[in-house]
């Protein structure tokens, strides 16, 4: 009787060990997804401050600050993720995994500004400093812990995405009552089950006694990969609809609750046993590449390929490498030195790598030469960083090459091992119940369009993937602007969705679902940043083509509304920035590019118009033109018979161009003359760099 009450309470106490570590991953999770975000905005916003007049600033915009403020803020972030260090030093006293869990869970509640004067970038950075502190804790003293730690956090993570349509709820300052309760039980619970450990006798024959492991530094560099794989592609949806080519966000309902299946499906004994039977076949100095042949390919497909198929591959991928989390740590052996701290170090340099070449496989058209003081840099880095476009794939792959090096390395063990019914049933219950919460969380809401209007207002926004003109992220006033302006189509620019430095949010479908509106989304760069249309009209067709670029990558969307029996066509674009300080190319070559894209749009939209109807279909062409009224890219507009319905407004009234002491009309709608405007306005907002600027179509 006393043998089976202390096996009961010794699984008791390993679940609640497993929720603990559950929740503390969650919060680590959490935190370094938006510590991402952050400091790619605010270190956006410190380069902007020595170039301010400062007595232009407005006081009331958020998000502008020092350089000094963000070197500082950085320098703490290099001090916290040193935290795992300490874990080498005296990683033997389990009481460090109380003091681990401490620091996550309060940085985690900082994160919500509910503590004045300190930034939530801060808090993100505690928080991760220390998870980091913790899971080389939990790896030393609870090792068989670590892979339902990650899969049930990576699951419990989609789930919170998918409540706020990809933008992660628990960030909200309304949030923080919830998050003090999570924090505070957190810490608890970790010192209840700290103390429960310390006062057990351990026999011989105890699991937890017996549950040592250590990481490797194969393990760490393995675990920085598949940190990226999955916050930046294979937990998020949206990320792979885009990667997959999908043009729209019609499989979101269907792929989320399928995400956080195959995230837990290897939490099923059985699930794992069969895994472990197929990679036995091979021979043990094989397994593992065998395992990374798999993925690649999974994910080339995936990327490479569109549709059903490729969607299909990515959402394997992600069941595939969730498997790969029960080979990151290693027993440790009896005499074994444990270097888990240091590797762990290792481990948050390689996710910062891969994060650092994510963006730049976006940014590279942005890349400036250096300044005097280091200018003999200038012929190896920015060329090199340049050359990031089109390699989203080449990072990913990496990636993936690094996040199965533990597998490659450990050749004698196959940790998949079956277990007994009951537990294959419980976990299946687990994956069935997630998989349905995941389904109702993203379900999609009922959009309630109009019907014959006689007026409709079109729009278009620069929405400047979400950020201000200080890089202060604020989606909702985003969706503000929009409803204020009272527009029933809305045509974005410089849309993400899904990019991790966008903290990972579609922003077509945030906005779509927080407005009330069918949306329609074509990428031009790397399936997650493009352009986008809006609409309460009937959406009845879209497409859309990729213009020559020789800056970033743009294109061309077409989308077909239907207010009454007959179409608007609208086409919505983004032509080529102008860059001074470009040090490739002078301004006048820049304008040369914007050009030929400009005579690209027109062969697309003729061909798409046979028989010259352009002139006597509804027709809209708006968008960022990136260039002023009377230059010669605008003047051909008028030239080819269409009609400006901002001309002769005063710039005052009808820039959409707002940055500290610069004014300039850089975004346009130009309608064909069978359209007649009732009325043209630009809405005052800095929500974004740029404003919203609409017109009213008379369908009478």
Not at 314 to 320: K, R
Not at 495 to 507: K, M, N
Request: hydrophobic residues 50%.
């Amino acid at each position: 009787m006393r043998r089976r009450l202390g096996t009961l309470l010794q699984i008791r106490l390993t679940y609640l060990i497993t929720c603990e570590a559950v929740l503390i991953a969650l919060f680590f999770l959490q935190s370094l997804r938006f510590l991402v975000g952050s400091l790619y905005a605010r270190i956006g916003s410190a380069s902007l401050y020595p170039a301010l007049d400062p007595a232009l600033i407005d006081p009331n915009l958020p998000g502008l600050i020092t350089p000094g403020t963000i070197s500082g803020e950085i320098s703490f972030l290099v001090y916290m993720t040193a935290l795992p260090i300490i874990g080498v030093l005296i990683g033997r006293f389990r009481w460090l995994l109380f003091i681990a869990a401490m620091i996550t869970a309060v940085g985690r509640y900082m994160m919500t500004g509910e503590i004045g004067g300190i930034s939530e970038t801060i808090g993100a950075a505690t928080a991760v400093g220390g998870g980091l502190l913790y899971i080389t804790m939990i790896i030393r003293h609870r090792a068989s812990v670590v892979p339902y730690m990650f899969a049930l956090a990576l699951a419990v993570d989609q789930i919170f995405r998918a409540v706020g349509d990809t933008l992660d709820p628990s960030w909200d300052p309304e949030y923080a009552s919830r998050q003090l309760i999570l924090s505070l039980g957190v810490i608890l619970l970790s010192f209840f089950t700290v103390v429960r450990q310390q006062t057990e006798t351990q026999p011989t024959g105890s699991n937890i006694s017996q549950d040592r492991g250590l990481l490797t530094l194969w393990g760490g560099i393995g675990l920085g990969g598949f940190l990226f794989l999955e916050l930046a592609l294979l937990t998020v949806p949206n990320a792979i609809i885009g990667r997959a080519g999908y043009s729209a966000f019609t499989p979101y309902p269907l792929l989320t609750p399928l995400l956080i299946i195959v995230t837990l499906l290897p939490l099923i004994p059985w699930i794992r046993a069969r895994a472990g039977q197929l990679i036995g076949i091979f021979d043990s100095n094989v397994r593992g590449w065998v395992w990374l042949l798999l993925i690649a390919l999974l994910v080339v497909i995936g990327m490479r390929t569109s549709g059903v198929i490729a969607l299909g591959a990515l959402v394997f991928a992600q069941f595939c490498v969730i498997l790969v989390c029960w080979w990151l740590a290693r027993p440790q052996g009896e005499k074994e030195r444990n270097f888990t701290g240091l590797w762990m170090i290792v481990c948050i340099l390689f996710f910062g790598m891969f994060v650092v070449f994510d963006i730049f496989t976006f940014e590279y058209a942005f890349v400036r030469d250096f300044a005097s003081e280091v200018d003999f840099l200038n012929p190896i880095v920015p060329p090199l960083l340049r050359g990031f476009r089109g390699f989203g794939i080449a990072v990913m792959l990496l990636a993936v090459l690094t996040a199965i090096l533990p597998m490659v390395q450990v050749r004698r063990r196959i940790p998949w091992r079956a277990a007994d019914t009951v537990q294959s049933a419980f976990w299946l219950l687990v994956v069935i119940g997630a998989g349905i919460g995941g389904a109702f969380a993203a379900r999609p809401p009922q959009i309630v369009g109009v019907n014959n209007p006689e007026q409709i207002r079109i729009g278009t926004y620069n929405i400047h993937a979400g950020f201000n003109e200080y890089f202060n992220y604020d989606l909702e006033a985003i969706a503000q602007t929009i409803l204020q302006s009272g527009v029933d189509v809305v045509l974005l620019q410089e849309v993400d969705a899904g990019r991790i430095t966008s903290f990972g949010v579609d922003q077509v479908l945030w906005l779509a679902r927080r407005i009330g509106m069918d949306a329609r989304f074509y990428a031009t760069n790397e399936g997650l940043q493009g352009l986008a249309v809006l609409s309460r009209v009937e959406i009845v067709f879209d497409d859309g083509n990729l213009l020559e670029s020789v800056g970033t990558q743009t294109g061309l969307q077409r989308v077909q509304i239907r207010p009454d029996e007959n179409v608007i066509t609208l086409y919505n674009t983004w032509l080529g920035v102008l860059l001074d300080a470009d040090g490739e190319r002078t301004v006048n070559e820049q304008e040369i590019d914007q050009q030929n894209q400009l005579s690209e749009m027109f062969t697309i939209i003729a061909a798409q118009n046979p028989g010259d109807q352009l002139g006597r279909s509804r027709t809209v062409i708006g968008g960022t033109f990136n260039n002023v009224p009377d230059s010669d890219l605008l003047a051909r507009m008028r030239d080819s018979g269409f009609n400006d319905p901002f001309a002769g407004i005063a710039l005052q009234q009808s820039a959409t161009y707002w940055r500290t002491g610069q004014r300039a009309r850089l975004d346009y709608l130009w309608l064909t003359p069978q359209i007649r405007a009732v009325g043209a306005l630009v809405v005052e907002s800095n929500a974004s760099d740029h404003r919203l600027a609409f017109v009213g179509i008379d369908l009478r």
